[in-house]
């Protein structure tokens, strides 16, 4: 499967943005999805992940109460909003796809086999 996301910008704190995944060639609603994050200097990190019904959800601490993720198995589209944006959230943003995962698992970067290219979210004071 094929991902591209899109819907980084610069934004001011307290902004929103919403980040958009649309994967091709594989079927959506097979995979499971997440978004990580990577910001300058550190290491990649998990941010959010939907299974493929999109009924279980999962986030990080630092996600929980600011970010959603949502998918629209229609549209081959994976969504993340991002609001009460702070300095920092600033990362590049990626989308990844993975099949089979169990709970456990949804929250690291190894169990996804699929990577877009990232999308890069600047957030200033």
């Known amino acids: 499967v094929q991902l591209q996301a899109s819907g980084g910008g610069l934004v001011q704190a307290g902004g929103s943005l919403r980040l958009s995944c649309a994967a091709s060639?594989?079927?959506?609603?097979?995979?499971?999805m997440a978004w990580f994050r990577q910001a300058p200097g550190k290491e990649r990190e998990f941010v959010a992940a939907t299974k493929g019904s999109g009924g279980s959800t999962y986030y990080s601490d630092s996600a929980k109460g600011r970010f959603t993720i949502s998918r629209d198995n229609a549209r081959n589209t994976v969504y993340l909003q991002l609001s009460s944006l702070k300095v920092e959230d600033t990362a590049v943003y990626f989308c990844?796809?993975?099949?089979?995962?169990?709970?456990?698992?949804?929250?690291?970067?190894?169990?996804?086999?699929?990577w877009g290219q990232g999308t890069l979210v600047t957030v200033s004071s």
């Open positions: 990844a796809a993975g099949q089979r995962l169990i709970t456990s698992t949804m929250t690291f970067a190894t169990s996804y086999g699929y």
């Open positions: 060639g594989g079927a959506f609603r097979t995979y499971s």
